[in-house]
């Protein structure tokens, strides 16, 4: 147990603006960053003349846990889930901007370690925290938008993908997921699954690669693989399946399913929170380094698995479209 | 007191993707929204090659009170603050990312409230809300980013008053701040004032044209007229004397303050939430119409009204700045 802490080492001690002092003071900004912290707003290049935006917000208790993660790993989780968004649209990020809800007694080392976090994951790319809010609130929240650019490339959206087009992944599936199973059951090892529960290491640099290739179609792998390449099955009107043989089951997952009763695929096949790259490319495309075909794509509106439709332990029903 | 809502009139019933698709289908988009709601991330037009980026949180209880407003009311003033922010940095709006967090059994009568509020206010600029997020909270959060395109403009920062500068300001003080009083005495009238502190009116276009008329500083009104003009003070190294007798203090607001025995003046000094915009000008330039010139920046470090340090009814030292 903590002693409970001193009123100075809360953010009600602090107050707004010094929390915001120590969120930003003597952090690097990028290039990019034409104006970072401190006005009315931000001014962030945006060469190409378009501008790729998106927001996603976590949540203490629904999209992390305090006991299960510690404030840096959250920190980092919430900037890399936004900028694998970015990365899914053929796009190299510009800049964040941060909005944090948390309760008034919420210790300042939390929010230390939080930011310190998304100053991490930022800089992991070359970027900055060019702005933000800071309010309070009943629970902690992490509200996060990524700005990225182009640089002359056509957005690569969902609803690109052709008959013909053949599938491929970058990045890993299945580790958060086999993650999440051993710390559901009170674990903390094998330390390499749980860390990508924690932490995702989605592979950024892979979608302007995969958008220079020609991809016809790209998202992240937020909900799972299957789930995702539904969202582009939809999108595209169009049917896709996957080769089970080809996707990389990596022994550390056949290990911990071995252990916990479970099917490792079935964790590759519709565990999220991964944010690798799902991708279509034209047939003729030559994939880039780090992608791997594992799927082809044809009329219709079907995902299926080895040509049938996936009723793995959880049951596929839920995401089959129509 | 209404009824339980059945499961299927809440945000739970509907599920995410249907909250989403009620939230998205069928609003209008501008010109600027090049790929809009549905995939990755947005792409906004940035024609300039700059994007100016602001973002802010309502909470639920802190910034809004759903007994005081009704949804589309707190949903009009979420854009509203946002959208203030990019005017006070000489920009105009070309695109809004929304993030919205609420308990899973929150009627959709309040998201569509909300959600009326926030594309109404959006269309009253000519943007539509490109992207979000929507996920499950203990309390009702909005999350907003603003973004703006500066057309060729220098942005207009906090930090460019010089001694000799005007100070003038555009649009109403005091309104949000008598609204409050009267609501937080129960009372639901004088209309007008109410009104204000439910959504503000900022003078968007105010910003844009302040910045073409030489602006050297620019900040919106949300912490009230003499802490936004010491923000101003204190990135410009100035001081700053405002002459009470050029401020407006309307007769509504003398009325309303004569009503509950307050000073009318004072909300005008010290209220926030209005959002009007308030400027620095060199001496030598010509004020955009619209606004009015209330004093006048010197060396120093001191905001002073009318040559004095204020010590109004609540108090001026909080905000005096060394």
């Not at 390499?192 to 016809?216: C, K, L, W």
């Not at 937020?222 to 990389?248: F, K, M, N, P």
């Not at 799902?278 to 594992?294: G, I, K, Q, Y």
């Amino acid at each position: 147990m903590h002693p409970e802490p001193a009123e100075r080492d809360t953010v009600a001690g602090l107050g707004e603006f010094g929390v915001i002092e120590r969120i930003t003071s003597g952090r690097p900004q990028s290039g990019s960053t034409l104006l970072g912290p401190g006005d009315d707003a931000a001014v962030v290049a945006a060469p190409d003349g378009r501008v790729v935006a998106s927001t996603d917000i976590l949540v203490e208790g629904v999209h992390f846990r305090l006991d299960w993660s510690n404030p840096r790993q959250v920190g980092r989780k919430a900037i890399a889930v936004n900028l694998a968004d970015v990365a899914a649209m053929g796009a190299a990020p510009t800049g964040l901007l941060m909005g944090l809800a948390c309760p008034a007694d919420t210790p300042t080392e939390v929010i230390d370690g939080l930011t310190s976090g998304m100053w991490e994951e930022a800089a992991s790319v070359g970027v900055g925290i060019v702005g933000g809010d800071m309010v309070t609130a009943q629970q902690i929240m992490i509200s996060v938008t990524a700005l990225g650019d182009l640089a002359g490339r056509r957005a690569v959206t969902r609803s690109g993908a052709r008959p013909g087009d053949v599938v491929a992944v970058c990045g890993r599936l299945g580790w958060a997921a086999a993650g999440l199973a051993v710390l559901g059951r009170g674990f903390r090892s094998p330390g390499a699954v749980v860390a990508a529960q924690r932490v995702p290491t989605p592979p950024y640099a892979a979608g302007p690669e995969a958008a220079d290739a020609g991809a016809s179609a790209m998202i992240d792998v937020s909900d799972g693989l299957l789930a995702d390449l539904g969202h582009i099955a939809e999108a595209s009107a169009v049917s896709i399946d996957v080769w089970s043989d080809r996707l990389e089951v990596h022994q550390r997952l056949v290990d911990v399913a071995s252990a916990l009763g479970a099917d490792p695929l079935h964790w590759v096949l519709t565990g999220g929170e991964d944010h690798a790259l799902a991708a279509t490319f034209p047939a003729e495309a030559v994939l880039p380094p780090e992608w791997r075909a594992v799927g082809t794509v044809g009329t219709g509106s079907l995902i299926t698995v080895d040509g049938r439709t996936y009723d793995g332990p959880s049951g596929w029903e839920h995401w089959r479209h129509p």
